[in-house]
């Protein structure tokens, strides 16, 4: 995993990278993905924007009948590397707020009815860990969260909704970051009703600073531009 040269969204060249993301669990936090193999998850945010990239940085992460399949096709490559294997995760887990409850789904939208609540899936890329999100089984999505105006990047579908702040299993917003067991910022999420592709931006990030361990300040640096005329004069 590598800094972007510049951000895609708004050309920002100064991005914070947050290691092994957490969870709320019971009076606790839990590496996010953990139990589907996926932890631990980093993050490099975008600090003008938010805008937010994941990767997964698991050994464990394999093909299991029912949750994770492989995928290797043309049409499917990384944003990355360019690489075409990847393993798709059906559904991503989380632990519950209450003591002695089993793993719950981490659902899209806590505030609906339970089969309306929505999924994520997960695509995972088997070179480089870039992940892309995917949110799903929404029923109708139009109940969910806020319409955009923006149409959706993948399927130039005008379907976009956002939901901010994501929130957890007993509805905690999910951190940006963990440093000192204190909880700092959150997300907005930003998917597509026709398609799914789902796009994360961190907010309330001001009080983020490097510690040189779990998060890092860190510099893109812009495309060099050809001088005009070519190099020959």
Not at 12 to 38: I, N, S, Y
Not at 78 to 91: N, S, T
Not at 99 to 108: H, K, Y
Not at 133 to 146: C, P, Q, R, T, Y
Request: charge should be neutral.
């Amino acid at each position: 995993m590598k800094a972007p040269s510049e951000c895609k969204q708004c050309g920002g060249l100064a991005f914070w990278k947050v290691r092994e993301m957490q969870e709320h669990a019971f009076f606790q936090t839990r590496p996010l993905g953990d139990l589907d193999c996926v932890a631990p998850l980093d993050t490099i945010i975008c600090s003008e924007c938010g805008y937010t990239l994941w990767y997964s940085g698991s050994k464990e992460l394999t093909e299991r009948a029912g949750a994770v399949r492989r995928v290797v096709d043309e049409r499917v490559r990384c944003a990355d590397c360019d690489g075409q294997p990847h393993l798709l995760v059906a559904r991503l887990h989380e632990w519950p707020s209450t003591p002695l409850a089993s793993a719950t789904e981490l659902t899209v939208w806590p505030f609906t009815n339970l089969d309306e609540r929505g999924r994520f899936a997960m695509l995972v890329c088997d070179r480089c860990g870039r992940c892309e999100w995917f949110a799903w089984g929404l029923g109708d999505s139009e109940k969910v969260g806020i319409a955009e105006d923006e149409a959706c990047v993948r399927c130039r579908v005008a379907a976009r909704r956002v939901v901010h702040p994501f929130r957890e299993h007993g509805s905690e917003a999910l951190p940006v970051a963990v440093v000192g067991g204190r909880s700092i910022g959150e997300f907005a999420v930003h998917f597509c009703g026709a398609c799914g592709f789902t796009e994360w931006y961190a907010r309330r990030i001001e009080r983020l600073r490097a510690d040189g361990n779990q998060v890092m300040h860190i510099l893109g640096e812009r495309p060099a531009v050809p001088a005009a005329g070519g190099p020959y004069r």
